[in-house]
C-alpha cells in the first residue's frame, strides 16, 4: 500500500488526470441512461404509426406544419406545449413519435409530452428532413 502512496505522489498529474477520465465517464453513462429517449429511423416510425396506432407530432409552428407536415401528424408547437396537455391526454397509452425540422435533440420535450400519458415517446431521427430523405409522403400546401 505504501508503494500505491509513493507512485501517487510522484505522478500526481498522471492520478489525477485518470480520476477526471473515470468521473467524466461515470458521469456521461449517468447522463446517458437517465436523459436519453429511443430515437427510431423513419421506417421504424411508420410501422409504429401503421401497428401501434402512434401519435406523429410536429412541435414546429403552425406556418412550417401547414407547408410541409407527416401524415396524420398533430401540432403542438414548442411555445404551447404546456397550453396543449390536456389536449395531448387525450392520446394517453398511444406511442408517441416527436419531430421538429431536423436532427437536434428533444429529450427535454419527449418528457413533456409523456408526462401528458402518451407511452412510449420517440425522436424521429432527422427530423421532417429524414422523413423527406426517406422519401415518405408529408401532407401540407408545400
Same mark, same amino acid.
Given at each position: 500500500? &505504501?508503494?500505491? *502512496?509513493?507512485?501517487?505522489?510522484?505522478?500526481?498529474?498522471?492520478?489525477?488526470?485518470?480520476?477526471? $477520465?473515470?468521473?467524466?465517464?461515470?458521469?456521461? !453513462?449517468?447522463?446517458?441512461?437517465?436523459?436519453?429517449?429511443?430515437?427510431?429511423?423513419?421506417?421504424?416510425?411508420?410501422?409504429?404509426?401503421?401497428?401501434?396506432?402512434?401519435? *406523429?407530432? &410536429?412541435?414546429? &409552428? !403552425?406556418?412550417? +406544419?401547414?407547408?410541409?407536415?407527416? @401524415?396524420?401528424?398533430?401540432?403542438?408547437?414548442?411555445?404551447?406545449?404546456?397550453?396543449?396537455?390536456?389536449?395531448?391526454?387525450?392520446?394517453?397509452?398511444?406511442?408517441?413519435? $416527436? +419531430?421538429? !425540422?431536423?436532427?437536434?435533440?428533444?429529450?427535454?420535450?419527449?418528457?413533456?409530452? !409523456?408526462?401528458?400519458?402518451?407511452? @412510449?415517446? +420517440?425522436?424521429?431521427?432527422?427530423?421532417?428532413?429524414?422523413?423527406?430523405?426517406?422519401?415518405? @409522403?408529408?401532407?401540407?400546401?408545400?
Amino acid at each position: 500500500m &505504501d508503494r500505491v *502512496f509513493e507512485f501517487a505522489a510522484a505522478h500526481w498529474m498522471l492520478v489525477g488526470l485518470t480520476v477526471a $477520465v473515470v468521473i467524466a465517464l461515470a458521469a456521461n !453513462e449517468i447522463y446517458l441512461a437517465l436523459g436519453t429517449r429511443a430515437a427510431v429511423d423513419p421506417t421504424t416510425a411508420t410501422r409504429l404509426y401503421n401497428q401501434q396506432d402512434a401519435v *406523429f407530432i &410536429d412541435i414546429r &409552428d !403552425e406556418n412550417a +406544419y401547414h407547408k410541409r407536415h407527416l @401524415p396524420g401528424a398533430l401540432n403542438v408547437p414548442e411555445k404551447h406545449l404546456d397550453q396543449r396537455g390536456d389536449y395531448l391526454a387525450g392520446y394517453a397509452g398511444r406511442p408517441a413519435v $416527436v +419531430y421538429a !425540422e431536423g436532427a437536434r435533440s428533444l429529450s427535454a420535450i419527449l418528457a413533456r409530452i !409523456e408526462a401528458a400519458g402518451l407511452t @412510449p415517446v +420517440y425522436q424521429l431521427q432527422g427530423g421532417l428532413a429524414g422523413w423527406q430523405e426517406a422519401n415518405l @409522403p408529408t401532407e401540407g400546401r408545400g
